[in-house]
Nanobody, 128 residues
């Protein structure tokens, strides 16, 4: 059973940066797609989570919803990082990492319901 722990959130001013980390245990990155999603205030449930970025643990292929954000693997740590740059108040949300049992980002990353394993979420707050 995969377990994911996400961390690295915090409060920053507009234009600032944060690095989120998703530590994966109970399995290897090679066999999953790791996605980062966010859920804005007032929205509830997995269906309301918006994809931010995804990466294939197998071949490193990425799916990126925003050019300000960069996803990468930290293989030695069995983890995936998400670098958030040029943050805006509209980026304020709870950010979740998730894993889908697939080796390909295509056809997976655009739907949170395709992800079976979730971290607990980490809050990102951007002030103007």
């Amino acid at each position: 059973q995969l377990q994911l722990v996400d961390s690295g959130g915090g409060s920053v001013q507009q234009g600032g940066s944060l690095t989120l980390s998703c530590a994966v245990s109970g399995g290897y990155l090679d066999y999953v797609v790791i996605g980062w999603f966010r859920q804005a205030p007032g929205k509830d449930g997995v269906k309301e989570r918006e994809v931010v970025s995804c990466i294939s643990g197998s071949d490193g292929t990425t799916y990126n919803g925003d050019s300000r954000f960069t996803i990468s693997k930290a293989n030695a740590k069995n983890a995936v990082n998400l670098q958030l740059n040029s943050l805006k108040p509209g980026d304020t949300a709870v950010y979740y990492c998730a894993a889908a049992k697939s080796r390909n980002v295509q056809g997976v990353c655009d739907n949170a319901l395709r992800f079976s394993f979730w971290g607990q979420g980490t809050q990102v707050t951007v002030s103007s």
